[in-house]
């Protein structure tokens, strides 16, 4: 099926504000349609972490954009809430256990969780990009039940092999493997290339 070029991001009251910033600065980039729900403890956490308090696409990304549209969270009658309304998928980043227990659970109360009922039962791609630590028995059972509906759970789990130098490689690395994931183009340095040298038997 042709791509629609529509993708839903649902940010949720997980700590990891910083990824869902440049996640949507990077699919505003690549010129996709942002359909953007943040949930209110998403909304309390993008204030704590990123001291953005208004949910435009000037305060969300730091300029004007079309392609940015904000839906409110209890709005059940917005498009996303539709599996009538075509998308190429949906990410939640980052997806509290909160979140993920819900919609581990079918729930559909708000318009989070329901846009992502919505994406599992078109079978279209769900990117869950949890974060806790540790993870206690409950959160890894509702990992697994999402997965097994079709999800990818892509946790928020930066890797060290391409040597990050800052917060924001490390940010890019984890924002680099979703938008591969969403087959959106994008110029991230996430590619391992190889290294020369082995390591010394001494
Ligand atoms: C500063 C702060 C950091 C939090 N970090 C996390 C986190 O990393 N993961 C998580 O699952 N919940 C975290 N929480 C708790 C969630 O915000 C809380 O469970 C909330 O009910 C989630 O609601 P939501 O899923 O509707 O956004 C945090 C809360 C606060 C205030």
Redesign the pocket.
Known sequence: MDRSNQIVVGV?????GPYALRLLDCLDQAGVDVHLIV????R??LA?ECDVRVMDPEHLIGRASTHVRVYAFNDIGALPASGSFRTDGMVIC?C????LGAVASGLGDNLITRAAHVTLKESRRLIVVH??MPLNGIDLENLVRLQRAGAVICPASPGFYLRPGTVGELIDFVVGRVLDLLDVPHTLDVRWKGRAGGISEA
């Open positions: 949720t009251g997980a700590s990891g949930s209110p403890h998403g309390r956490l704590d980052p509290s256990s909160n979140t974060r806790e």
